[in-house]
Every structure is written in structure tokens, then in C-alpha cells.
């Protein structure tokens, strides 16, 4: 499966940005989904994931109840509404998939997008 994160772009402390992922490839509904960010000088850290039927979604700590995955496997894409945005949560989001239930450990995923930058200004 080949992904493409899009959606990035410059807002406000405050403000909100949807991200998408879009994938290319046959059985993409049976690829567990996760957004990770890195931003500079520091690790990639996992941000959100989601169930290949869309039933399970968990988040880091630090963006509970402001960051909503969701996916419309229809069109091959799950996306990450981010509401409420912080200066720290500038950086490269970057979308990851694989098959079964690899969790909020980023080795698990196989399948990396080129990632969007998200910048957010205070």
C-alpha cells in the first residue's frame, strides 16, 4: 500500500487543521492506520491510530480530546481533525498503515506517507 499525507499548512494557537491520508493499493480497509509527527530535533513520537474497521482509535496523552481519527475506507482515506492547536504541536505528521493491530509502537508499521508539515504559530 502506498500512502500520501496532505492537509498541512499554517494556523493559529486555537485554530484547527484536517489532515488526510490517502492511500493507493487494493484491501486498504484491513490496514491499521496511525499518525506520527516528528518535529525538529527530536523523535518521532506517535500521535493517534485507528482500527482497520474504524472501531478502535487511541491517542497520545498530549492531544486527547483535541485530535479525532477517523477513516472512510470507501475512499481509502483516514484522516486527523485537529482542533484547539498548540506551538507544540508544530511538525512533520506523517501517516504509517500496516495490517493487524500494531498499535502505538511505531516499528510496527511498514508502510510510511512522505508526510505534511504543520506549523503553528503563537
Known amino acids: 500500500v502506498q500512502l500520501q499525507a496532505s492537509g498541512g499548512g499554517l494556523v493559529q494557537a486555537g485554530g484547527s487543521l484536517r489532515l488526510s491520508c490517502s492511500a493507493s493499493g487494493r484491501s486498504f480497509c484491513a490496514y491499521a492506520v496511525a499518525w506520527a509527527r516528528q518535529a525538529p530535533g527530536k523523535e518521532r513520537e506517535f500521535v493517534a491510530g485507528?482500527?482497520?474497521?474504524?472501531?478502535?482509535?487511541y491517542y497520545t496523552d498530549s492531544v486527547k480530546g483535541r485530535f479525532t481519527i477517523s477513516r472512510d475506507n470507501a475512499k481509502n482515506t483516514v484522516y486527523l481533525q485537529m482542533n484547539s492547536l498548540k506551538p507544540e504541536d508544530t511538525a512533520i505528521y506523517y501517516c504509517?498503515?500496516?495490517?493487524?493491530?500494531?498499535?502505538?509502537?511505531?516499528?510496527?508499521?511498514?508502510?510510511w506517507g512522505q508526510g505534511t508539515l504543520v506549523t503553528v504559530s503563537s
Open positions: 504509517a498503515a500496516d495490517v493487524g493491530t500494531p498499535g502505538i509502537d511505531l516499528l510496527n508499521y511498514d508502510y
Open positions: 485507528i482500527s482497520w474497521n474504524g472501531v478502535s482509535t
